[in-house]
């Protein structure tokens, strides 16, 4: 693996390579590396000749500057994860390199699918993803690029964008990959302490109980939410930012539950902020199917169930 901290330099490597008629797999990350992103490297390995991840903590998507200063740095940890994970390339460019001027008057604005949850409560949230993963695709392209699904409004956002722009980039979705216990696998998990981290499994057990809630018949939005959100503020130590069900493709309000169902949360355990989301189908004949993610595990890893 080669460590590459300038944009020249990566797009040297990356059209040598294919030119050489290598495909490249593209793994954008802000590091603290954990096995949910080493799900989506697999994923890349499997399918491409050369594996890029890059680890940049984006200023731009970070609404509280505490935030950003806590956020948990260790590329030394993170190189000998990708080294081992058979990463090829690892592009951690400083501020500098990534926004030389300071903050970039031209910026990327994904419409519609930021108007609800994270993007209603993290307000330029998700012009600061667009505009980095805007130009991180520019400075990595043609090649596939992977998006955990543990992040899903994310996932739509970086998706629409490359359709909308024309960017020679395959986005492709992988499973949310959870502990355990059901926590979702997160760089912010490290700031739980052992109170903390057993509240946090809360917003699991509270999509659990939706998607059980809609196998057992329920098909009214507002019923679902409420039944999440009540579990979810019944912990004193979780205080719950938003639990919302919308349609999973577009991201708007639902008249009754059908098609592709997203239910997402986002809770504060301390000064710690997570969010989680389970999708749920419900087909014509009104069979359900929930979407839960995986567990992680040393060899395989085994779909949730909220059987
Ligand atoms: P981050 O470093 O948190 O910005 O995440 C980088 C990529 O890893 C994003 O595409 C995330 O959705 C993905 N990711 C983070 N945590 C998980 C997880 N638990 N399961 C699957 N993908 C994840």
Redesign the pocket.
């Known amino acids: 693996m080669i460590t590459v901290d300038r944009i020249a330099t990566l797009r040297a490597t990356l059209d040598a390579a294919r030119r050489a008629d290598r495909t490249v797999g593209f793994?954008?990350?802000?590091?603290?590396l954990?096995a949910?992103?080493l799900?989506?490297v697999q994923a890349a390995r499997a399918a491409h000749d050369v594996v890029v991840v890059s680890v940049f903590v984006n200023p731009l998507q970070f609404n509280n500057p505490a935030d950003l200063k806590r956020y948990p740095r260790d590329l030394a940890a993170d190189a000998a994860l990708a080294d081992a994970a058979a990463v090829d390339v690892l592009f951690a460019p400083s501020g500098a390199e990534m926004y030389p001027a300071g903050a970039p008057v031209t910026t990327v604005s994904v419409g519609q699918l930021t108007d609800r949850l994270c993007g209603a409560s993290r307000l330029g949230h998700f012009d600061g993803v667009a505009t980095v993963v805007a130009k991180l695709f520019a400075i990595a392209s043609p090649c596939t690029a992977?998006?955990?699904?543990?992040?899903f409004q994310?996932?739509a956002v970086v998706t629409r964008l490359a359709r909308d722009l024309n960017l020679p980039v395959e986005v492709v979705g992988?499973?949310?990959?959870?502990e355990p216990d059901g926590l979702?696998?997160?760089?912010r998990n490290v700031h739980l302490d052992t109170a903390p981290r057993r509240a946090a499994t809360i917003l699991y057990r509270g999509l659990v109980t939706g998607a059980k809630a809609v196998m057992g018949g329920e098909r009214d939005p507002a019923a679902l939410r409420r039944l999440v959100a009540n579990l979810i503020t019944s912990d004193d130590a979780v205080r719950l930012e938003y639990a919302e069900v919308l349609d999973a493709v577009e991201l708007t309000p639902l008249e009754s539950l059908r098609g592709d169902v997203l239910v997402a949360v986002a809770a504060h355990v301390g000064a710690t902020r997570l969010i989680d989301n389970v999708t749920i189908h419900i087909d014509d004949s009104g069979a359900v199917t929930a979407d839960l993610?995986v567990i992680a595990g040393p060899e395989s890893e085994a779909p949730c169930s909220a059987r």
């Open positions: 793994v954008p990350t802000m590091g603290a954990h949910g992103h799900s989506l992977y998006f955990g699904k543990k992040d994310q996932l992988c499973p949310l990959v959870r979702a696998m997160s760089s993610g």
